[in-house]
């Protein structure tokens, strides 16, 4: 049974650290209390557990336009934060867990703004059979958090241009884009704020539970810094994904190259080059310089840069810039 209601605001828009004080808040919660966790991140895509970076997200826009990738502890769908979306999290011990209860403070907040919403499915929520909310969920150590987001004013356009949809999902769900799934809470009620949502939020959970909400105690910051630290490895960012193999190939005026290798943990391995350049050497120094790359452009530029300054690694470098 809840007795304590404590409201949590994220520390600024970093999702890293919001991510951070998340979980630190999952391992601090205690019987009979409820943590009320809001929190927004400033152009993020948000990729589940066990997604692959690549699969899910379209790398070349998101790095063009300085959009952060991070990976959260539960499970789910990608989804793209901005500072028109609102998210909330319901922490809890596992006893006090019920999903439905959580999903109905939500609906309950959004009708109390004057918009019509239902549930619809395992984790979405819907007006007028848009989706302006996804939910998940993560399990730990005897306690529980249900998290989603609020599309309240985002910018859909974005939705759509950094993450690649699952097209049977799409087929599945009788529609042909990202972008027609989506709608913003302001498009049924156009001077709905994130503010005024987040006092609708706190005011439900108070009525479904009947208690009064108080401000919650900040968790140790160490911990935080850890968890942070946790959040921005490239090992729990890329770790996940399996690993697949990748070539490229290109003509230049000196010859051909063709590069072959395998991504395992978001790092190149076993890398082989071929190619009919002159030059006998340029094979060894690229399998050198790229083993054990991070399968990223800047990393893989920076290691083709430490072979060499010549034309065919200046080539190079154009060619892997352009191939994102």
Request: hydrophobic fraction near 35%.
């Amino acid at each position: 049974m809840i007795r304590t209601l404590f409201v949590a605001s994220g520390r600024g828009t970093d999702p890293f650290r919001n991510l951070a004080l998340e979980s630190a808040l999952l391992e601090t919660v205690s019987e009979g209390q409820m943590i009320l966790y809001l929190w927004q991140n400033r152009d993020t895509v948000v990729i589940g557990r066990n997604q692959n970076i690549w699969k899910e997200c379209n790398m070349t826009e998101i790095r063009k336009d300085g959009v952060t990738v991070v990976r959260r502890p539960s499970g789910g769908g990608a989804v793209f934060h901005d500072l028109g979306n609102l998210n909330y999290t319901f922490i809890v011990k596992d006893g006090d867990y019920d999903e439905t209860r959580q999903t109905g403070v939500i609906l309950d907040a959004v009708r109390t703004c004057g918009i019509s919403a239902e549930r619809s499915g395992r984790n979405d929520l819907l007006v007028e059979g848009g989706k302006f909310s996804g939910n998940a969920f993560y399990h730990s150590r005897g306690a529980s958090f249900h998290h989603g987001t609020l599309l309240i004013r985002s910018d859909l356009d974005r939705v759509a241009k950094y993450l690649n949809p699952d097209p049977l999902k799409l087929k599945f769900h009788g529609v042909d884009s990202v972008h027609s799934r989506v709608t913003d809470l302001c498009d049924h009620r156009s001077e709905l704020t994130v503010e005024e949502m987040e006092r609708a939020i706190v005011a439900a959970c108070e009525n479904e539970y009947l208690v009064k909400a108080a401000v919650c105690p900040d968790p140790d910051p160490e911990r935080i810094r850890e968890l942070e630290d946790l959040y921005r490895s490239q090992q729990w960012l890329y770790g996940k994904n399996p690993g697949f193999d990748r070539s490229l190939e290109r003509r230049f005026s000196w010859g051909g190259i063709r590069l072959e290798f395998r991504v395992q943990s978001g790092k190149i391995s076993n890398p082989v080059v071929w190619t009919d350049a002159m030059d006998h050497t340029l094979s060894e120094r690229l399998e050198h310089v790229l083993n054990g790359s991070m399968f990223l452009t800047e990393d893989m530029v920076e290691r083709i840069r430490s072979a060499g300054d010549d034309r065919m690694i200046r080539d190079l470098i154009s060619w892997i810039q352009e191939e994102e």
